[in-house]
């Protein structure tokens, strides 16, 4: 496969997660140098961070049995680009892999939060990713076709929204809720590259991590329709407590609880 973005964003690939201790799962290894500190940098600087990551963080969140690990890589990795914070996107973007996200899946993710969390967000995603991918063997044709056949419309769903917004904001800007109706709804939603559960829980978790609360009701209300159970969604909010700190999460808490007993969870 060629390298996507060689030229422009040469990275390397050494972090390695499980020098954090013994008995830790074999995994890859992987770094951006000079970004990404060794376990001996972390030692260093906060020992009580480098216990907490291997004793609580990756021995015990990612075990818990809320979310499956699958589910867990998903919400990480959008978790991790939504906030461009590309230090430990090599390893888990390895780690979704392993945990069964495919690569059309991880492609698909990424070209869902460049709408969701902007374009250079998604590129800088796409630098690591690119060599990733290299080393993995993955080819362009494990990933999803440009133009695929869309999956089916729910019209009235959609006739509804769209009367919404049209009625609420396109005196405020047109060319958005024309892009919103075709760029997003009528297009990226119905692509069949990710299941409409995992875009949901996608866009969920990037709100959240990004702070975004206003637009977590409607996204979140569209993940339970699409499959995402409460305790599921529960537990991403503990998951992402981790990745994107309490203060998103708590800010979210009470937009999600509104939403549980608005549905009568």
């Not at 030692?43 to 480098?50: I, N, R, Y």
């Not at 044709?141 to 006739?159: F, G, R, T």
Request: aromatic share 8%.
């Amino acid at each position: 496969m060629k390298k996507l973005v060689q030229t422009l964003f040469p990275l390397a690939l050494c972090f390695s997660v499980p020098a954090l201790g013994q008995g830790a799962a074999p995994g890859p290894s992987l770094s951006l140098p000079g970004s990404a500190p060794s376990m001996a940098q972390i030692q260093s600087v906060s020992p009580a961070l480098a216990s907490y990551t291997e004793n609580l963080v990756l021995d015990e969140v990612w075990n818990r049995p809320g979310l499956s690990a699958r589910d867990r890589s998903v919400v990480t990795l959008a978790a991790l680009i939504s906030r461009n914070q590309q230090v430990e996107l090599p390893y888990h973007v390895n780690l979704a892999l392993d945990n069964g996200v495919q690569p059309s899946e991880i492609s698909e993710l990424i070209t869902h939060l460049a709408f969701y969390s902007g374009w250079a967000n998604a590129m800088s995603a796409v630098a690591v990713t690119a060599e990733v991918f290299e080393a993995r063997d993955v080819e362009t044709s494990d990933l999803p076709e440009v133009s695929p056949e869309l999956l089916p419309l729910d019209k009235e769903a959609e006739a509804q929204r769209q009367k919404f917004v049209q009625e609420t904001f396109g005196e405020v800007s047109q060319g958005v809720v024309d892009y919103t109706e075709s760029a997003l709804f009528l297009d990226l939603w119905l692509r069949p590259g990710l299941k409409p559960r995992d875009r949901s829980l996608v866009t969920v978790s990037a709100l959240i991590a990004a702070g975004k609360v206003e637009q977590v009701p409607f996204h979140l209300n569209k993940a339970m329709t699409n499959g995402l159970s409460k305790d599921q969604a529960s537990e991403v909010l503990t998951h992402l407590a981790f990745y994107a700190g309490w203060p998103n999460v708590f800010s979210a808490m009470p937009v999600v609880k509104k939403v549980f007993a608005d549905r009568g969870e």
